[in-house]
């Protein structure tokens, strides 16, 4: 049976002294079929040009994407590696709140496909990203 709770404390658990946590990446929410994370767009996470950085928002999109893989696979038996990511970035953002969602397009035994899209505190699209993770036997 499905434990949201338990997937999202997981998650985070995971992300504690990474990239996600430097970047503030909090999971916030988890379904049998998808997995959402946020993260501050502040300074942190800018251009040169106060806006949100696009590789900041890969890097949400890639962490989300990577750790819903995890869901569907055994982690005592298999590892998740990122192996394409691109992204659309569709709308700036200078401060507030972004929130990536990843869901499952195709589950296969070695590649998975995911669509992550992040959005807004109003619900705006930002940007549209797609990635590919293979899944690997544990070394």
């Known amino acids: 049976m499905f434990d949201k709770e338990k997937v999202i404390a997981l998650c985070n658990e995971m992300s504690i ?3 996600m946590s430097t970047l503030e990446i909090e999971f916030i929410d988890a379904g049998e079929d998808f ?3 946020k993260m501050p767009v502040n300074p942190r996470v800018h251009q040169p040009m106060g806006l949100l950085h696009g590789g900041a928002s890969v890097a949400l999109a ?3 994407g990577s750790a819903a893989s995890m869901l569907y696979v ?3 038996k ?3 590696r990122g192996i394409e990511i691109s992204a659309n970035h569709l709308r700036s953002k200078r401060e507030g ?3 990536g969602t990843a ?4 589950k296969g035994r070695s590649i998975h496909l995911w669509e992550i899209k992040i959005v807004d505190e109003d619900d705006k699209l930002i940007s549209l990203c797609k990635l590919s993770n ?3 036997p544990r070394r």
């Open 62 to 64: 890639e962490s989300v």
């Open 74 to 76: 055994n982690p005592e």
């Open 134 to 136: 293979m899944i690997l």
């Open 78 to 80: 298999q590892e998740v």
């Open 97 to 99: 709140m972004i929130y």
């Open 103 to 106: 869901r499952i397009v195709h």
């Open 17 to 19: 002294n990474t990239l």
């Open 35 to 37: 997995l959402t994370a």
